[in-house]
RNA sequence: GGGCCCGUAGCUCAGCUGGAUAGAGCAACGGACUUCUAAUCCGUAGGUCGGAGGUUCGAAUCCUCCCGGGCCCGCCA
């Protein structure tokens, strides 16, 4: 439909002033105007024109409009506020805009033009239970998925598994020290003896004599406790062997869980990749090999360092420790070389807020590879903060310091959790309200957009069984200021997504859904639909029901919450 | 000290590649159920868009500075 206006508005320019002033349409916008005064659709092309053709806005949109009017699909061309071009759309447009909601798959477009987008999300480490905030990233990724999907670009999802390093080795002896302590030994003692024996470096170790960085909180110890009933011989294999088991072990269970948690919030993926992987394969020495063979590694004080500050980043960075392991930050060099190898148009990374600090140095990495560092995209996730009855919810016994997704989700349930989520744009900080999550009033918008959903389907039901049936014969009827509205509305999915796919904020959709549920309910107190004195304008009004109906249905769809037919 | 994000109604936030009189929900107040789901709707009230400059036909939106808040800045991930 603005693609349609927007010809319109091409050809008459091209017949006016030439072929020269066609990339000014290009920028030009066509927008819902706030009032409904100002029409259907505006235009701000005159103001666009006016320093290329030396005349007023207001002189050049009147030449314009003048020439627009001549169109049938047009019932009105206004200018107003000095250069806007209003138009009102016919009847007879509006028809056929509704057909093609009920009939056609009108929301699907090619902004995109098939660009390969490799949408990377979650890549939670597996080494606890998801926390809330992976669910919020988990969620913005697997609905921006969809909708790039359905505005022509071709993404992929994956998710990056932290399996190697450090923190694994850490899960391990995490893990093996609970299971001394369940076994009645010492943790304390046993750390001293990893120590002395050359298992675990000293820095092992904390004042109080206990493990510094070990993962704390209640699933450790389930985990141990779990090793144990299978391998009850842990604790007498030598200790290398044991914490490597227990970390093979940890990170083999932990990662079955995130799976079944991502699972039941319905958020899946095309691709798990594995870090190990990419130390496995080489890919990691063959990626600093190709670094080192353009002069931007070098060594200082035993360390491997990468020359980012060439690349704009604040400081080198070390890609390999002096003790001879790789960081994370090689790994991640690696994998986004191989994303690009894979022959990716586009990298989206979706990343907590407090990584912030690492865009620099990986796109610094990328360009040192002799790419662009704009093949990668990063969008920041911020923080989510849970409240309840007031207060805000900080811990959970399971996971310690942390709330965990599988708690949220059983609290409020899915369809809350991913709509919640997706309440706020992506880069503002979320405050969670529990207590609005499970509420069945109007304040919570789950409920608003789900019982119009419900709404629109009794009333079809209802029409049914009096022997009334949808029908396209007569919609020039569906002429009052809601109905128009609700038609306007409904198409303006295909925009929406188009929006959301662009600037990479699935709320918008959400926002969406919310004001169309809104029109919907106004014009459900105001018009009755099934009305047996008039036949023909109950199944023309049950055709556009029939429409919002699959429109809502369709953005939930998107969302991956559930439209009930009955609440 | 440096970097990133944010500051819009009492509260939670939309709107930000500049566009017309700045929007929504909640909370407050007043109304609407013999009628397809009142889990709804209508109305009232509520604002120097953090502040000051600048850019221009036009600024919540772009630029500069300042104030306030959050996060990050290790041979961590």
């Not at 003692?189 to 820095?203: F, N």
């Not at 691709?271 to 990419?278: A, H, Q, T």
């Not at 990468?306 to 604040?314: A, I, M, S, V």
């Not at 992506?426 to 419900?454: C, G, M, R, W």
Request: glycine share 6%; charged share 35%.
């Amino acid at each position: 439909m603005k693609e349609f206006v927007r010809e319109r508005v091409k050809a008459v320019l091209r017949e006016l002033y030439g072929e020269a002033v066609n990339q000014s349409v290009e920028r030009a916008s066509f927008e819902k105007p706030k009032r409904k005064e100002f029409g259907d659709l505006a235009t701000n092309v005159a103001f666009l024109l006016a320093r290329d053709l030396r005349k007023s806005p207001k002189q050049i949109a009147e030449e314009l409009a003048n020439k627009l009017r001549s169109f049938k699909e047009f019932e009105k061309v206004e200018v107003a506020g000095g250069g806007f071009i209003n138009f009102t759309f016919s009847q007879e447009l509006y028809s056929q805009l509704l057909r093609e909601v009920v009939e056609t798959d009108f929301f699907i477009s090619n902004i995109g033009k098939g660009e390969r987008v490799l949408l990377e999300y979650v890549s939670a480490n597996p080494t606890g239970p998801l926390h809330v905030g992976h669910g919020r990233g988990a969620v913005v990724g697997d609905v921006l998925y969809r909708i790039m999907k359905l505005t022509g670009y071709k993404p992929e999802r994956e998710f990056y598994i932290n399996d190697a390093g450090r923190q694994i080795k850490l899960l391990g002896l995490s893990i093996f020290l609970k299971a001394v302590e369940a076994s009645g030994g010492n943790p304390k003692e046993t750390l001293k003896e990893l120590i002395s024996s050359g298992v675990i470096g000293s820095d092992a170790v904390d004042e109080k004599e206990e493990c510094r960085d070990c993962y704390k909180g209640e699933y450790i110890k389930e985990l141990a406790v779990k090793l144990l009933s299978k391998r009850r011989d842990i604790l007498s294999v030598p200790p290398k062997n044991a914490i490597e088991i227990c970390a093979e072990f940890g990170k083999e269970e932990l990662l079955k869980e995130i799976e079944s948690d991502l699972k039941e919030l319905r958020v899946e993926f095309d691709n798990w990749f594995s870090e190990k992987s990419l130390y496995e394969s080489g890919k990691v020495e063959k990626v600093l090999e190709i670094l080192k063979g353009k002069g931007f590694l070098y060594e200082k004080e035993g360390a491997l360092w990468l020359k980012t500050t060439l690349f704009g980043d604040d400081k080198d960075r070390v890609v390999r420790r002096s003790n001879g392991e790789y960081t994370y930050f090689a790994s991640d060099i690696a994998y986004h070389y191989d994303k690009i190898e894979r022959g990716y148009d586009r990298g989206i990374d979706i990343w907590g807020a407090d990584h912030h600090g690492y865009i620099q140095r990986v796109k610094a990495a990328i360009q040192a590879l002799g790419k662009d560092p704009d093949w990668l995209e990063v969008v920041l996730i911020q923080m989510v903060k849970l409240f309840k009855e007031g207060k805000e919810v900080k811990m959970s016994k399971r996971a310690g310091n942390f709330v965990t997704l599988r708690w949220l989700m059983e609290e409020v349930g899915v369809d809350a959790v991913r709509f919640f989520f997706l309440l706020k744009r992506h880069d503002t900080p979320l405050d969670f309200d529990l207590d609005l999550a499970i509420s069945t009033k109007s304040e919570n918008p789950v409920y608003y957009v789900q019982y119009a959903h419900a709404r629109l389907c009794s009333i079809l039901d209802k029409a049914e069984e009096r022997g009334f049936k949808p029908s396209k014969e007569n919609l020039n009827l569906l002429s009052s200021e809601e109905e128009r509205e609700l038609i306007l509305r409904s198409y303006m999915l295909r925009y929406e997504l188009q929006e959301a796919a662009l600037k990479r904020e699935p709320h918008r959709l959400t926002y969406y859904l919310i004001e169309l549920a809104s029109a919907l309910h106004r014009f459900y107190n105001k018009h009755r639909v099934v009305n047996e004195e008039n036949k023909e304008l109950t199944e023309s009004r049950l055709f556009l029901i029939e429409g919002i109906r699959r429109v809502i249905e369709i953005g939930l769809g998107i969302l991956n919450v559930n439209a009930p037919r009955r609440m």
